[in-house]
Structures are given as structure tokens and as C-alpha cells.
């Protein structure tokens, strides 16, 4: 046996002892079976396999319906980092509850007005037999146990705070309790509010992406990395290509949040496998000048920071950045060939719309790399953002006027339309013959289920017109 295996072996019993030796709650179970560690709650299982050059595997999911909850490898290089990973791993695991109970949190100045009615909504809760609990605090407080509650709902004489709360909280779920009900504690529409905002359109799974055979073929493999959001997790979605553009490997990292060392450690697993891939393609939504990635609220790490010295310089092999609706709108184009002009909305559960457009086989990316970045512009809605996304139908206000501000700029011949919230392009058509009057004005109008099967393909293509050129 060589010193380097000793070494491994070494090193992975380290973690593995480590591991074993851990107790974080009496709840959740650690054990080792078969050359692997099991985690156990009575609501969730992980596993942690141990594989040759130091390749360690974490996984999670919800024994309740069978959900991925935490998924990644990385390489084993130094304790402090697998410990990490660990306790993000045992985290998720001890989250997963059984027949979950929605937490929700009323706040109003002191807290005493939400506080009865607080109480009026768990009884009405308890009565229906529904899974939900209230509770109420001061808004100061608010701030410190707002990350517990799925969602956050002020009283309408603090109304004026909720621009605060998501600028400090810019993940949460909050709203204000309008005034009609909050003036007569009205129990029952109160809770179907509530329910509004809990119950949330299915988003589509990340599946393994496709082979394609006519693309132009390269000689060494090529790495497709994604960052992909949604509204609980981040996902960083990976492929590698062969010469001949078929998948040869592909992978799934799915986290709570995501940091810059959970994408080095994907591109790490990927370069121990494939040494010899000769071009690396990363998509982020965001916007990217000059090799610099301006905005990353959804990656700790990213914001703000030279791309090029954090991957180029790291690894010493081209990159290639891209947006992520940019990417989407090349692949889309290149298989509808029908069109000499689209543009593409990506329009997630909760965040700002990613939208990338391609007019005569050119991406228009503009001199600042701000083509797309329609949250820029002063669009006027009937609500805050924030506010209209989570409302039944707000989606339809806010993805009409994004076509209408790319009708009125581009003027595409289609738009492709990437989001659950809008399950038929039609309603959009209805509102854009409000505006227009006249259906010759306007664009076709395509719906996509899968943001990921564009956009794995216009990342390939991306990095092979690079090593084209």
C-alpha cells in the first residue's frame, strides 16, 4: 500500500471517529454500518459514505415524502472544513419535523394587540384541526426569532416597517395584516390569509441534464457548473461533458445556503474524476461585469468579488461566466430555430426575474452586462414587490409588464415564460390585449416547465464557442 492510501485511510477514520463521538441532540441517532455513518431523527435519515481518494459523500432526506434535503461531496482535505459540512448536514437532518407545523409571527409595536390576537387564532386553529401556531412578539424582537417562523405578519399601524424587515431580512416570508381584519380580529379571514402565503406552488425538480450530439465536438471534457434558486434552497447543479458532448458525470448539490467552498469543492470532486477538462462554464443569476459578480445574496462568499481571482487564478483553467438567463435564452435559441429574435423570463418563487435575450444569434449582454436586469428599471406595480410576488395572481401583474417592457425595447418574435407561479401563458396574452389591443402585436408567448434544460445547454455552447475562438 502506497503512503498516499495510508494517508486516506488515515485521515477519513479520523473524521469517521469524530463523527461517532458527536451528540448534538438526544433525538437524532449516529451510527456506523458497512464502511458508512447513519444519521437518523424520526423524521428524516442521512448517510455519510467514505470513498477512495478521500471522497466523502453527505445526504439527507425527509422520511415524510421522500425529499432531498442535503446532498453534496467534497474531497476530504482538512478536518475543519468536513466538520463544517457535518453540522450543516446534522442541521438540516434535526429540522425535518413530522406532520409539520406551520409557525406563524404576529408583531405590532409592544406586542400586546397582536399577543390577543394571537391567542384568538390558535384557538380557531386547535378548533379546525389545522397544523398551524401563532405567537407574538414586540417588533425590536421581531429581528432576533424571525428565521424560526415560516411567516412574519405586522400589525397595519407598523405597516410603514415592512420595506425594513426585508431589506434586514431579505429571505422572509412577511407581510402586513390588512386593516380591516386586524380592526376586528377577524380569526376567520386571517387564516385564509395566512394560508395564502404558506401554501406555495410546486417548483420543478433539477433533473440530470441531456446529451448533445450536435453540438460541435471538443477534445477534453468540458464542466457545466449551475447555480440554481429556489424559494428553501439553493442548488448547484454539475456536469461534465465528453468530447462528444455526452454526460458523463452529473451531480447535485442541494443546500440551505450555499458558499464559495461548496463550489470548490464540486469543482474539486470533478477534477480528481476528469483532470483533463480543458474548459469550465459557471452560471450565477446576478449581474457580471468585467469578470466581477456585483450581487450574491444567495452565496456567501461571492458578493462583490473578482471572479476571475477566485476560480481562473485558483484552479489555472478557463472559465467562462455567464448569467443564468442568459445561458437559458442561448439554449433555448439554439433549438428553436424558427426565431431569429427571443428573449427568455426566469421568473423564481420570491426573487427578482432573470431574463436574457438573443436577437440574430447574438446574446445581447450590453456594455455593463445589465441587459435583463428589468429590476432596474422603475416599473410601476400596485404593490411593493415583495408584496405581489407572494399574493394569488400577483405573479400575472409583475410577468406582464417584464413583456411589455421587452416588447417595448427588443420586441421579440416569442418569449419564453420559465416559472410555476404562471402555469398558462394565456393569462399573460389576456393582459397584454388590454394593453395592445390587437393580437399582430404580439409576441408568441412559450411556456417552459424546466429552467435547467436551457440552461445547461447554453452553458455548453458558451464554452465551446470559447474554445473555439
Known amino acids: 500500500m502506497e503512503m498516499g492510501d495510508i494517508m486516506e485511510q488515515v485521515t477519513q477514520e479520523m473524521f469517521k471517529q469524530w463523527v461517532l463521538k458527536q451528540q448534538l441532540d438526544p433525538l437524532l441517532e449516529i451510527k456506523e454500518e458497512d464502511n458508512a455513518i447513519l444519521l437518523e431523527t424520526e423524521c428524516a435519515k442521512g448517510k455519510i459514505r467514505f470513498y477512495e481518494m478521500n471522497i466523502v459523500e453527505l445526504s439527507a432526506e425527509s422520511k415524510i415524502d421522500g425529499e432531498s434535503v442535503f446532498y453534496l461531496h467534497f474531497q476530504l482535505n482538512t478536518m475543519e472544513h468536513a466538520q463544517e459540512l457535518f453540522h450543516e448536514l446534522c442541521d438540516c437532518i434535526i429540522k425535518v419535523k413530522k406532520e409539520e407545523i406551520h409557525k406563524i409571527l404576529l408583531s405590532c409595536t409592544a406586542g400586546f394587540t397582536t399577543a390577543f390576537f394571537a391567542e384568538k387564532l390558535n384557538e380557531a386553529f386547535e378548533l379546525l384541526g389545522l397544523k398551524y401556531h401563532v405567537e407574538a412578539v414586540f417588533y425590536e424582537e421581531l429581528f432576533n426569532v424571525a428565521e424560526e417562523y415560516e411567516l412574519i405578519c405586522i400589525a397595519p399601524q407598523i405597516g410603514y416597517k415592512l420595506n425594513e424587515i426585508h431589506q434586514r431580512l431579505p429571505h422572509a416570508n412577511a407581510i402586513k395584516i390588512p386593516s380591516n381584519i386586524f380592526a376586528k380580529y377577524d380569526a376567520g379571514e386571517m387564516i385564509k390569509l395566512i394560508q395564502t402565503y404558506i401554501e406555495k406552488p410546486v417548483e420543478a425538480k433539477i433533473e440530470r441534464?441531456?446529451?448533445?450530439?450536435?453540438?460541435?465536438?471538443?477534445?477534453?471534457?468540458?464542466?457545466?457548473?449551475?447555480?440554481?434558486?429556489?424559494?428553501?434552497?439553493?442548488?448547484?447543479?454539475?456536469?461534465?461533458?465528453?468530447?462528444?458532448?455526452?454526460?458523463?458525470?452529473?451531480?447535485?448539490?442541494?443546500?440551505?445556503?450555499?458558499?464559495?467552498?461548496?463550489?470548490?469543492?464540486?469543482?474539486?470532486?470533478?477534477?480528481?474524476?476528469?483532470?483533463?477538462?480543458?474548459?469550465?462554464?459557471?452560471?450565477?443569476?446576478?449581474?457580471?461585469?468585467?469578470?466581477?459578480?456585483?450581487?450574491?445574496?444567495?452565496?456567501?462568499?461571492?458578493?462583490?468579488?473578482?471572479?476571475?481571482?477566485?476560480?481562473?487564478?485558483?484552479?489555472?483553467?478557463?472559465?467562462?461566466?455567464?448569467?443564468?438567463?442568459?445561458?437559458?435564452?442561448?439554449?433555448?435559441?439554439?433549438?428553436?430555430?424558427?426565431?431569429?429574435?427571443?428573449?427568455?423570463?426566469?421568473?423564481?418563487?420570491?426573487?427578482?426575474?432573470?431574463?436574457?435575450?438573443?436577437?440574430?444569434?447574438?446574446?445581447?449582454?450590453?456594455?455593463?452586462?445589465?441587459?435583463?436586469?428589468?429590476?432596474?428599471?422603475?416599473?410601476?406595480?400596485?404593490?411593493?414587490?415583495?408584496?405581489?410576488?407572494?399574493?394569488?395572481?400577483?405573479?400575472?401583474?409583475?410577468?406582464?409588464?417584464?413583456?411589455?417592457?421587452?416588447?417595448?425595447?427588443?420586441?421579440?418574435?416569442?418569449?419564453?415564460?420559465?416559472?410555476?407561479?404562471?402555469?398558462?401563458?394565456?393569462?399573460?396574452k389576456d393582459e397584454l390585449l388590454r394593453y395592445f389591443g390587437h393580437e399582430e402585436y404580439l409576441p408568441d408567448l412559450i411556456r417552459q416547465e424546466r429552467f435547467h434544460a436551457s440552461l445547461f445547454l447554453g452553458q455548453l455552447i458558451l464554452c465551446i464557442e470559447s474554445i473555439q475562438k
Do not use: W
Open 209 to 428: 441534464p441531456n446529451a448533445y450530439r450536435d453540438l460541435e465536438h471538443h477534445d477534453q471534457p468540458i464542466l457545466c457548473l449551475n447555480i440554481i434558486r429556489n424559494s428553501r434552497r439553493t442548488h448547484i447543479a454539475y456536469a461534465i461533458y465528453d468530447a462528444n458532448n455526452f454526460v458523463v458525470q452529473y451531480d447535485n448539490v442541494v443546500k440551505p445556503k450555499v458558499y464559495l467552498s461548496d463550489i470548490y469543492d464540486a469543482i474539486d470532486i470533478c477534477l480528481v474524476n476528469y483532470p483533463d477538462i480543458c474548459c469550465i462554464g459557471l452560471s450565477l443569476p446576478g449581474i457580471i461585469h468585467k469578470d466581477r459578480f456585483i450581487s450574491a445574496n444567495y452565496v456567501n462568499g461571492l458578493n462583490n468579488h473578482n471572479l476571475d481571482e477566485l476560480f481562473t487564478q485558483k484552479y489555472h483553467k478557463p472559465f467562462i461566466f455567464s448569467n443564468d438567463a442568459n445561458a437559458a435564452a442561448v439554449g433555448f435559441y439554439s433549438t428553436n430555430t424558427e426565431y431569429e429574435s427571443i428573449s427568455f423570463i426566469y421568473q423564481p418563487l420570491y426573487y427578482r426575474a432573470g431574463i436574457g435575450s438573443v436577437v440574430n444569434g447574438k446574446l445581447l449582454t450590453g456594455a455593463h452586462n445589465l441587459s435583463g436586469e428589468l429590476k432596474l428599471l422603475p416599473i410601476e406595480l400596485s404593490k411593493p414587490f415583495i408584496e405581489l410576488i407572494k399574493e394569488p395572481g400577483g405573479a400575472i401583474e409583475i410577468v406582464t409588464k417584464q413583456v411589455i417592457a421587452l416588447m417595448t425595447t427588443i420586441d421579440p418574435e416569442a418569449i419564453v415564460i420559465c416559472s410555476s407561479l404562471i402555469p398558462d401563458v394565456n393569462v399573460i
